[in-house]
């Protein structure tokens, strides 16, 4: 069974970092292309950051210079390192498949960034 358990959300000040975690049980996560989403109140789930499987990278626009996505193959996990977050950030954090897979969506974790 295919497990995605995001973790490191929080409370935090704009300007302030956190390091999100997602641990992956269950896949090859090697062969996989995964990304980081975002879904703030009241919108629609948006891609943030992917990663493919040969650690091509790319961002959504509003994070480039903000945000670096990463995977360690050994231990099935990917990272999102977010700097110098602003308000807008406000979501709940998943990660995923680049492609999601509906059944793979897991609890994810709380980004709040306020003063």
């Known amino acids: 069974q295919v497990r995605l358990v995001e973790s490191g959300g929080g409370l935090v000040q704009p300007g302030g970092s956190l390091r999100l975690s997602c641990a992956v049980s269950?896949?090859?996560?090697?062969?996989?292309?995964m990304g980081w989403y975002r879904q703030a109140p009241g919108k629609q789930r948006e891609l943030v950051a992917k990663i493919t499987q040969v650690a091509i990278i790319d961002y959504e626009d509003s994070v480039k210079g903000r945000f670096t996505i990463s995977r360690d193959n050994a231990k099935n996990v990917v990272y999102l390192q977010m700097n110098s977050l602003k308000p807008e950030d406000t979501a709940v954090y998943y990660c995923n498949t680049y492609r999601p897979t509906e059944s793979y969506w897991g609890q994810g974790t709380q980004v709040t960034v306020s003063s």
């Open positions: 269950g896949m090859l996560f090697r062969l996989y292309a």
